[in-house]
């Protein structure tokens, strides 16, 4: 199989870049640009990419490849750090842009010399997604500028007869227009990928590192019952087959009939399933706590403890297996990102989970390839496209304290809403939709009479990375239908707002 080398010098998009090249059927891995160069070298890739990263090439301590990487014929794409690290080694000058023109962050119109192999057949001019505060103030010998912006002249450079390519934006993001072009033109044009990776491959490869993991031990796995806990239980009776057990922990934040759902949908298969009732000792722990991580941190250590005690029951458990993703591990802050959020089941873990090992087979990949997978393991599609479910669950969409009237009164809006979108089929086309109960009192008037009660937001997204994401335009018809639903059925709500962010700047889940 060939492959590709993505040098991860630490941006919040590196395993974006991975998951674009697995999109274009190439297989590809991410190394920390710490991995000694004769390690990168036995790889055997048929490409290099340098991602991007938040340091300047200019400070000492900034990350470094060691430059006879330039010498072994392979060709290499520079993305935003990345590119400026080619420039810099390569005897090019990067310094802080001079003044905050020359500095770009978001979309940016982008002019594309279109002769250069990595714009070839693509229209000449697009928006590009930049977020850089350095400028190549001289670019390299042998190299020359192949695209440009209205502040910065030099936004891509190339040096075709070496395979060498360098672009200050990153293609790697959806808001960048042929961005996968760019990235597919790199990998079968310049580097001559066959494209002859699948999903089905890795299929077979994780089943086979599962198996050589686990050996003949038993394996806890933390079941939401959503996508990416669904099809980690798929993979792992795929691999060990009875000697994995589902534990499915009700905690009382589940939306309405939730957890009845859940239970049924796994009797169907022949997996040891329990279903575990602790709604009790899960809101005493989040009694009168409002701060979001805290909440988080909260809920990730009593799921644990939960699961400690099944497997104390069950005997002789070494693993726990987990459904997480990679937005999950990024958001938490993995390697040199900042924590965003703690997602449940990485930043919200303690210190201390007693299982030999906790293991998390999908924890490269992005949701859609996550539900990819689901359909190659046979799952049906009612569950590979179930919209996602943070494993917090409403306790991380009511904000501040977590009471059970109020999750009872969340989880009554939350249904109309998602009634309302399937009935108008607006379900389909949506990625995530889901009710969110502010802490924001407000008066209203009903019934001639003065209300003071909660408002009530409606999040309804598209996005296929759970990375970015853009609010839906869902038609106000619908909007006015569920708003008026709500205040008339659901006591404690007396106004509905439409959350109208895109991610960034805000992220999906309010908290
Ligand atoms: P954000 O709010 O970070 O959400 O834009 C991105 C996606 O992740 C889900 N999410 C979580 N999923 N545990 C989970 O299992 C968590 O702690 C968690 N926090 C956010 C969120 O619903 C969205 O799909």
């Not at 790889?43 to 470094?64: A, K, N």
């Not at 040096?159 to 360098?166: N, P, Q, S």
């Not at 589902?246 to 949908?265: I, Q, S, T, W």
Request: hydrophobic letters at 40%.
């Amino acid at each position: 199989m060939q492959k590709i080398l993505i040098l991860d010098f630490g941006g919040q998009y590196n395993q974006l870049i991975a998951r674009r090249v697995r999109e274009c059927n190439v297989y590809c891995e991410v190394k920390p640009w710490t991995t000694p160069l004769a390690e990168l070298r036995a790889f055997g890739p048929v490409g290099i990419i340098f991602t991007g990263g938040p340091q300047s090439v200019y400070l000492e301590d900034s990350p470094r490849v060691d430059p006879d990487i330039f010498t072994w014929g392979v060709p290499i794409l520079g993305i935003c750090y990345g590119c400026q690290l080619m420039a810099h080694l390569l005897g090019g000058k990067v310094t802080p842009a001079q003044d905050d023109s020359a500095r770009e962050y978001g979309k940016t119109l982008t002019y594309y010399d279109t002769s250069c192999q990595l714009f070839r057949n693509l229209p000449a001019e697009g928006v590009s997604w930049m977020s850089h505060g350095d400028y190549m103030a001289k670019v390299p010998d042998g190299f020359s500028l192949t695209a440009r912006s209205d502040a910065c002249p030099n936004v891509a450079i190339a040096d075709e007869a070496r395979g060498f390519y360098g672009v200050q934006f990153h293609p790697e993001v959806s808001h960048t227009q042929h961005g996968v072009d760019m990235i597919r033109s790199f990998l079968y044009e310049v580097c001559r990928a066959k494209g002859d990776w699948t999903m089905g491959d890795y299929k077979k490869t994780a089943i086979a590192r599962l198996r050589e993991k686990i050996g003949t031990g038993k394996v806890l796995l933390a079941l939401s019952g959503g996508v990416d806990s669904s099809v980690a239980a798929a993979l792992l009776a795929e691999a060990v087959g009875n000697r994995l057990t589902c534990v499915f922990v009700d905690h009382g934040l589940m939306r309405l009939n939730e957890g009845d759902e859940v239970e049924k949908a796994f009797s169907r298969w022949d997996l040891n399933l329990v279903r575990v009732d602790a709604e009790a000792r899960f809101l005493l722990k989040l009694a009168g706590v409002d701060e979001p991580e805290r909440k988080r941190k909260i809920i990730g250590e009593e799921f644990i403890r939960v699961f400690e005690e099944e497997a104390k029951k069950i005997g002789a458990v070494d693993f726990l297996a987990q459904g997480t993703i990679y937005p999950d591990v990024i958001e938490s802050g993995a390697g040199e990102a900042a924590v965003i959020k703690s997602h449940h089941n990485v930043g919200g873990l303690p210190d201390f989970v007693d299982f030999r090992e906790i293991v998390e087979p999908l924890r490269m990949l992005f949701k859609d390839e996550v539900r990819q997978l689901g359909r190659e393991l046979g799952l049906p599609e009612y569950l590979v496209n179930r919209q996602p479910f943070p494993g917090p669950g409403l306790a991380i969409r009511i904000i501040g304290d977590v009471t059970k009237e109020k999750a009872d009164t969340l989880r009554q809006a939350d249904f109309i809403f998602r009634e309302e979108m399937a009935r108008a089929g607006e379900d389909k086309k949506l990625n995530q939709y889901f009710a969110v109960l502010t802490n924001t009192l407000s008066v209203g008037v009903m019934g001639d009479g003065r209300t003071y009660d909660h408002t009530l937001a409606l999040r309804a997204v598209t996005t296929s990375d759970f990375m970015t994401a853009d609010w839906a335009r869902i038609p106000y018809e619908l909007l006015d239908k569920v708003s008026t639903r709500i205040v008339n059925e659901v006591k404690g709500i007396n106004r509905i707002v439409y959350d109208i962010t895109s991610k960034p700047p805000s992220t999906i889940e309010w908290e």
